[in-house]
């Protein structure tokens, strides 16, 4: 779908695809926006993901090296199951950067960041949450609802055993840092309180802040924040934690992309994808990278 939807149908698939509703709810909301040549299948069509167009980076690359490994997670779900990813003709230790997704699982887009970030001259693991329920189904839909049966405290943990994994790996620099996205940019926050020391770097995408602002005192990681000048909440959050970072001497730089919204790096959704403030951010995410994780 070549044209722009209106903003009101992103809105309602971004409360759809994050539980706000069920699919019949949302296909009679959609279906409000259904006149002339426009139909529902094809505004569902332009709404779901397109992973195909997204990729920039093929899964064969022979400049990378990727595989899946199984990492334990005792205070999780027992394993966590992920995509690694580390340039082919990579001699020493590398630093590596978890990617954490969405709340839908490890899908084709994920592993794509993945890649990309691996290109960079990090090695990457993008873990699957949804390993103790099967892993990611194949689609976005069912996989948000696979998301809601795993104990959101459980899942945590497994993120947890995935970072230290990478950072104690035989060919790691012992330097790690990590990135994610919604639910993901939320666990980037939570891994810099949870990891303290152990963490180098974090550049969350729209993710929520620690609960508690007293946590933001044990960070000791470098944070860049990215959020959609449209993602309302995130957006008026962002003062309290910016406050919070300061008075915790954490280093830390954020920015509001403008014209932006939810989901704006996420090139799969071509309805939710800002190509500026998505290159952008990803150029200032690697920099950070390079500065506080490789430096």
Same mark, same amino acid.
């Given at each position: 779908?070549?044209?722009?939807?209106?903003?009101?149908?992103?809105?309602?698939?971004?409360?759809?695809?994050?539980?706000?509703?069920?699919?019949?709810?949302?296909?009679?909301?959609?279906?409000?926006?259904?006149?002339?040549?426009?139909?529902?299948?094809?505004?569902?069509?332009?709404?779901?993901?397109?992973?195909?167009?997204?990729?920039?980076?093929?899964?064969?690359?022979?400049?990378?090296?990727?595989?899946?490994?199984?990492?334990?997670?005792?205070?999780?779900?027992?394993?966590?199951? *992920?995509?690694? #990813?580390? !340039? =082919?003709?990579?001699?020493?230790?590398?630093?590596?950067? $978890? @990617?954490? %997704?969405?709340?839908?699982?490890?899908?084709?887009?994920?592993?794509?960041?993945?890649?990309?970030?691996?290109?960079?001259?990090?090695?990457?693991?993008?873990?699957?949450?949804?390993?103790?329920?099967?892993?990611?189904?194949?689609?976005?839909?069912?996989?948000?609802?696979?998301?809601?049966?795993?104990?959101?405290?459980?899942?945590?943990?497994?993120?947890?055993?995935?970072?230290?994994?990478?950072?104690?790996?035989?060919?790691?620099?012992?330097?790690?840092?990590?990135?994610?996205?919604?639910?993901?940019?939320?666990?980037?926050?939570?891994?810099?309180?949870?990891?303290?020391?152990?963490?180098?770097?974090?550049?969350?995408?729209?993710? *929520?802040?620690? #609960?508690? !602002? =007293?946590?933001?005192?044990?960070?000791?990681?470098?944070? $860049? @924040?990215? %959020?959609?000048?449209?993602?309302?909440?995130?957006?008026?959050?962002?003062?309290?934690?910016?406050?919070?970072?300061?008075?915790?001497?954490?280093?830390?730089?954020?920015?509001?992309?403008?014209?932006?919204?939810?989901?704006?790096?996420?090139?799969?959704?071509?309805?939710?994808?800002?190509?500026?403030?998505?290159?952008?951010?990803?150029?200032?995410?690697?920099?950070?990278?390079?500065?506080?994780?490789?430096?």
């Amino acid at each position: 779908m070549a044209e722009k939807l209106p903003k009101r149908l992103i809105d309602l698939y971004n409360v759809y695809i994050h539980g706000g509703m069920s699919r019949r709810d949302f296909m009679e909301g959609i279906g409000k926006f259904a006149v002339g040549g426009l139909t529902t299948a094809a505004i569902l069509k332009g709404l779901m993901p397109n992973y195909a167009l997204g990729q920039q980076v093929r899964p064969d690359d022979a400049r990378l090296r990727t595989e899946y490994m199984t990492v334990p997670s005792p205070d999780g779900n027992g394993e966590i199951r *992920g995509y690694f #990813a580390r !340039p =082919a003709g990579a001699t020493g230790d590398l630093p590596g950067i $978890l @990617v954490v %997704h969405e709340n839908r699982g490890l899908n084709p887009h994920i592993e794509d960041i993945a890649r990309r970030i691996a290109l960079a001259d990090f090695m990457a693991f993008a873990p699957d949450g949804l390993t103790s329920v099967g892993g990611y189904p194949g689609d976005d839909e069912r996989g948000g609802e696979l998301f809601r049966m795993v104990d959101g405290a459980r899942m945590t943990e497994d993120f947890v055993a995935a970072a230290l994994w990478l950072k104690n790996r035989p060919d790691s620099t012992g330097r790690i840092g990590v990135t994610g996205f919604c639910y993901g940019g939320g666990i980037s926050n939570t891994l810099a309180v949870r990891l303290g020391e152990d963490l180098a770097a974090a550049a969350p995408f729209y993710g *929520g802040a620690p #609960a508690d !602002p =007293a946590e933001v005192m044990r960070i000791r990681a470098a944070v $860049l @924040v990215h %959020h959609g000048e449209t993602d309302a909440r995130l957006v008026q959050a962002w003062p309290a934690y910016d406050a919070a970072l300061t008075a915790a001497g954490v280093t830390h730089e954020g920015y509001v992309y403008p014209g932006a919204g939810h989901g704006f790096n996420n090139d799969a959704t071509p309805q939710r994808y800002n190509e500026e403030a998505s290159r952008l951010a990803m150029e200032r995410t690697i920099a950070w990278f390079n500065r506080y994780v490789r430096g």
